[in-house]
């Protein structure tokens, strides 16, 4: 089955840097890649998504890029907030299957 | 208007306890799903259900029994709770298909067995 793998496990960054969240998948035919984020006691959330048929997503300061080759894609925050503190989560599925999700990555965002 | 409710919220209770946990979603979505979250922050898929049918068992031990009355709601039964039980349920639904399009996840419940 899938196997997702994220780095890194945690990730200081101070206020206004950018933050770059890797993760690679197994499966070739997996075609869709959300990214969550997940606020301390609260639900994850969906905050960008990409298909396998796009490389690159912008949303704000947030985006997502895909190399389907290399079966890799990242989360990149720009202009980082306090508000972007989270454990974020990337997953990837090939449509039939549920989402299979990395191991999270702690960010931390200090003012 | 909560799109995906699970109640309750916390839950303690003994170990050989059984326990439920319910799901709805109002969202009209056909797919639900039941993932764990330990105490690593760990996502794993449980269980899956598109229109009330069981799609995915992912290893899960047969003390837990998912049910699905209809495509609204996904409930979880637990039978004779072991201390690595403990930890937060969410349970999730989605429109199209399985994997692709965003989940909503319910709020959780965390599960501690004492």
């Known amino acids: 089955g899938e196997n997702v793998e994220q780095h890194p496990s945690t990730l200081s960054v101070q206020e206004g840097d950018s933050a770059v969240i890797k993760c690679t998948y197994s499966?070739?035919?997996?075609?869709?890649f959300p990214w969550y984020k997940q606020e301390l006691g609260k639900r994850p959330q969906l905050i960008i998504d990409i298909r396998s048929n796009v490389g690159e997503k912008k949303d704000q300061r947030i985006a997502v890029t895909l190399n389907k080759t290399a079966k890799h894609f990242s989360l990149h925050i720009t202009e980082t907030q306090p508000e972007d503190s989270a454990v974020y989560f990337c997953?990837?599925?090939?449509?039939?299957?549920?989402?299979?999700f990395g191991k999270g990555t702690r960010l931390s965002v200090i003012a | 208007d909560t799109a995906v409710s699970q109640t309750p919220k916390y839950l303690v209770t003994q170990m050989g306890n059984d326990k439920s946990i319910k799901c709805e979603q109002n969202l009209g979505h056909d797919t639900m799903y039941w993932y764990k979250q330990d105490s690593k922050k760990f996502l794993k898929i449980m269980f899956s259900y598109n229109n009330k049918e069981l799609i995915i068992n992912e290893t899960v031990p047969n003390r837990f029994s998912p049910k699905s009355p209809d495509k609204a709601h996904l409930n979880l039964h637990i039978n004779s709770l072991e201390l690595g039980d403990s930890a937060v349920y969410f349970c999730a639904s989605s429109q199209a298909g399985q994997g692709v399009g965003g989940y909503t996840f319910g709020s959780g419940t965390r599960l501690t067995v004492v």
């Open positions: 499966d070739s035919a997996s075609n869709y």
């Open positions: 997953a990837a599925s090939k449509g039939n299957t549920p989402l299979v």
